[in-house]
């Protein structure tokens, strides 16, 4: 008889930062990258809204993995089907510990948490399933999870703003794709913010800007 046991370990993980927290800090972004990427790279995306009084954090997913058969590059990922449920916990106690680790205490800051792609179904869970201060959730590329749509956790959507930004020539996401996310949305009463722009499945430097 085969029997599936599971246990609890210790793993190391990593994030990237631009800035260092401060008393003059008035903003603090941390991103959250897509499937197949290193944060190292993704994190550069950001540099354009760097300045004195912001700081860019971005953590890595905890599963990392070959991308071509000839193992010359390396990508990450926040979870896949197997032993989903699990991910989603390790995913929001990780980024629950470096937010623990920042030691933010008394300072006076915005907090932005942006998920690209696969990312920012992981962005939503963490935010929601936590109470912290937050000034905007920005979604890029992606879907809204719905287990973060219950009528048990509506409170929460009402603490930050909602910020949603498609790509019109997104190859993961079309027309259909967009028209169901809205609908999804609008049924569960969330004020949201739409950005549809010139582009593809990537970040652009300009939408970002806007979105201050």
Known sequence: MIQKFKIQTIKSARYFQIGEINS???????VLHGYGMLPEYFIKKFECISNKETVIIAPEALNKFYLKDNYSRVGSSWMT???RH?????NINFLNSIYSSLKLGQLDFKLN????SQGGPTATRWVINNKFKLNSLILWGCNLPKDCLDDGVKSRWNDFRLKYVIGKNDEYIDEEKISYEKEKIKNYGLVYDFHLFEGGHNIE??????LI
């Open 24 to 30: 003059k800090i008035k903003n603090i972004w941390i």
């Open 81 to 83: 089907k197997v032993e």
């Open 86 to 90: 699990d991910d989603i916990q390790d």
């Open 113 to 116: 948490v942006l998920g690209f």
């Open 205 to 210: 430097e300009s939408i970002l800007k806007k």
